[in-house]
């Protein structure tokens, strides 16, 4: 329980819409290139599927269990999914007013069009025809819905063509309803051919179909068609402790996913009431959950026209990685960091020089054991190929596979099994706790003894998202962490308690009392008149203990920046309680999402980089890993390059104000523009010359907000 009103803490649930407002606004900047803008347009719809997918269909089935539980602020859940449902409305308004306004006429005159019928030309229809009888119409299935034809299920985020129809039976005219699903196998956008290397015309593959609804249903006359599409609740219920093979119960809990109970529908603005109606019925939904869309119903498949090298000039500028100064020029990864802790900065550096450790450890003879945790890998096959090689080569080889990531369960278990195929020992991690931490063990006999080698990050082994979010990566030789690792290991692959770690802070066990201990340990160093700061920056801060005790510190005079990419139940700038707490949002060309950690230390600075955020679910239900960095060069280079740009950056920063809402960072007139992740490519290719004296940090003020009583 906290000690504090619940009117002190923001909803969680309003502060990520407020986070996905954000990415919108990416997306409505006019200095943002056209097809970025497309593409922050599409992480929009994709963010809000997993948010009804979760969150929502979390809030009703606490609704539906009438459990009279509320959340931090003090509210109920359907307190929240009121506001919820007001608040999403708006944000989608916003999102498809700047297709029609923007968007769609923008991409016209850039070349890329989206033809209706009425505006194809005969030699395009003729194409179209041929297209659609050798490529669409063997993979459709026309569903009646009839006394003798229940209403279809509809797969989750499926696209569906509603139909309205008369059809004559036995001498009458009877008006039926009727469901085309519009197959995911076949791309949602149809290119017709062009000779112009620079234009670009499709037709959504629902207008195609829809076109064709006659041929369908020969004999109808149709009426009416409209798109939609159903969310459903997609959380998986595995229990653990009773399930025989977990890997066979997250299978199964798989297939029910497509088939969870509805929580959303989205239907074609000229959709009658009638029809909108007899669906919401169908899927046990009410008005409340109906959301009418007009422009294209799953606008993420837009995200097409992004892919590819075409239209340079609406694109960011390219940026490739160089490899990080410290082990560039350097033939053995062992070798360097025998020397010195090494720290990789992606998307800035290049990931290549972690996917490099895993492949020089699988190669080298001297190399005895390999143990990594995977959380999510995109199905590389670099890094697992490497640890499928390392065991085939007589290594002994162990995986910490997580099948329980949230939507990538699939993708998880395939590669759960082809290592194992190849001889690696794939394990399952704690029973219900994901492992979330991300962590190699490689273990090497050197010339002068047995040595460990340790890779901990803040990100995943993913080369394909490391190219898109901020994240750390050191690698170490230090005993110290070596000890912990295997240790952590041990636990994780066996039996046994958990062993108080020498250097790592590990969640379940004792994250959360030492993070509790580091901000208090700042509350006495200001009461003593000692050096006090805190600088986090992490993805969500939600934990109420966290917020509570960042408050106290405040009341004790801590200076406080945190860095919070989303989700901030903090309320920041209240009198006498936070003022002294400044939150900062980044939303640029990548996503945030390193965890970095700096305590004043009574002068004597410890950072901490880690994989988990300040939340319940991080600190009690998963397997996290923090680490400190105790190399003086690469605390400072985090502390006054990393945190510091982003502590300066008045272009892509967003402030929270105490009642919830984001504003841009203030730039003073004549005041230089900051992009810290622009500022983090130069600096990586060499155009901009880095700085050891750490930069001037300019603490916004905020208007005091009246402590509640």
């Avoid at 509570?548 to 139940?569: F, N, P």
């Avoid at 060069?633 to 740009?645: D, E, M, S, T």
Wanted: charged share 25%; net charge neutral.
């Amino acid at each position: 329980m906290t000690d504090f009103p619940p009117d002190i803490f923001l909803n969680r649930e309003l502060s990520w819409l407020e986070f996905n407002q954000r990415v919108l606004a990416e997306a409505i900047t006019a200095a943002t290139p056209l097809l970025e803008r497309v593409k922050f347009f599409c992480i929009v719809s994709s963010n809000l599927d997993e948010f009804f997918e979760v969150r929502v269909a979390g809030l009703r089935q606490q609704m539906e269990s009438d459990v009279a539980q509320r959340s931090m602020d003090g509210r109920t859940a359907a307190e929240i999914l009121r506001l919820v449902t007001k608040r999403v409305r708006r944000m989608v308004e916003d999102q498809y007013r700047l297709w029609r306004g923007e968007l769609r006429p923008q991409l016209a005159k850039a070349g890329i069009n989206f033809l209706e019928y009425t505006e194809l030309k005969e030699t395009d229809r003729r194409w179209l025809d041929e297209y659609y009888r050798a490529q669409v119409r063997p993979v459709l299935t026309p569903l009646a819905v009839d006394p003798a034809h229940p209403f279809p299920h509809i797969l989750n985020k499926s696209l569906n063509i509603g139909v309205s129809l008369d059809v004559e039976q036995d001498g009458e005219t009877i008006s039926r309803l009727a469901v085309v699903q519009v197959p995911r196998v076949l791309p949602r956008l149809v290119r017709l051919p062009r000779e112009e290397s620079d234009r670009m015309d499709f037709v959504f593959l629902a207008t195609l179909i829809g076109h064709y609804l006659g041929d369908l249903f020969p004999g109808t006359k149709i009426r009416g068609q409209w798109c939609f599409r159903v969310t459903r609740n997609s959380e998986l219920y595995v229990d653990e402790i009773d399930a025989g093979n977990l890997l066979k119960a997250v299978e199964e809990e798989l297939r029910n996913r497509r088939r969870g109970e509805a929580v959303r529908l989205e239907v074609d603005e000229a959709c009658p009431q009638p029809i909108w109606q007899m669906l919401l019925d169908n899927f046990g939904l009410t008005e409340d959950d109906l959301y009418i869309i007009d422009g294209p119903v799953n606008p993420t498949r837009l995200m097409a026209i992004c892919e590819g090298t075409h239209s340079p000039e609406l694109r960011d500028n390219p940026f490739i990685a160089p490899i990080a100064p410290a082990v560039r020029d350097r033939a053995s990864l062992f070798s360097t960091i025998r020397r010195r802790d090494v720290l990789i900065h992606s998307p800035y550096e290049s990931f290549g020089t972690v996917v490099d450790f895993l492949e020089q450890a699988a190669r080298d003879p001297s190399v005895l054991a390999i143990k990594q945790t995977l959380y999510r890998t995109g199905g590389d096959a670099r890094i697992v190929g490497a640890l499928m090689h390392a065991a085939e080569s007589g290594k002994q080889v162990t995986a910490v596979t997580e099948l329980k990531a949230r939507f990538d369960e699939a993708n998880n278990i395939e590669w759960a099994r082809r290592l194992e195929a190849a001889g690696v020992h794939v394990v399952y991690g704690l029973v219900g706790h994901k492992v979330h931490g991300k962590m190699t063990l490689v273990v090497r006999k050197d010339e002068d003894r047995l040595r460990r080698y340790v890779h901990i990050a803040t990100g995943n082994y993913n080369p394909t998202t490391a190219r898109l979010y901020t994240d750390l990566s050191l690698l170490t030789s230090s005993p110290g962490i070596g000890e912990d690792a295997t240790n952590l290991f041990n636990l994780l692959t066996g039996y046994g308690r958990f062993q108080a770690m020498v250097k790592l802070l590990v969640a379940p066990f004792d994250l959360h009392l030492r993070v509790i201990a580091l901000i208090e340990r700042e509350s006495e160093n200001a009461q003593r008149k000692k050096p006090a700061r805190i600088i986090a920056k992490m993805n969500s801060l939600s934990d109420a203990k966290t917020i509570e005790t960042l408050y106290r510190a405040s009341q004790a005079g801590v200076k406080i920046d945190l860095i919070v990419r989303g989700i901030c139940c903090l309320r920041p700038g209240v009198q006498g309680l936070s003022e002294n707490i400044t939150v900062r949002s980044i939303v640029g060309r990548y996503l945030e999402h390193s965890r970095i950690f700096y305590f004043e230390n009574a002068g004597k600075p410890e950072v901490f980089i880690g994989s988990g955020d300040w939340m319940s679910r991080n600190f009690f239900n998963r397997i996290e890993l923090v680490v400190p960095v105790e190399d003086e060069a690469l605390r400072g280079r985090i502390v006054n390059q990393v945190l510091g740009g982003q502590l300066a950056d008045n272009t892509k920063a967003w402030l929270l104000e105490s009642e919830g809402g984001y504003a841009p960072v203030p730039r003073a007139e004549g005041e230089a523009k900051r992009d810290s992740q622009a500022e983090f490519m130069a600096l990586a290719l060499g155009e901009v010359r880095a700085t050891r004296r750490k930069p001037r940090v300019v603490r916004p003020k905020l208007k005091p907000r009246a402590r509640p009583r």
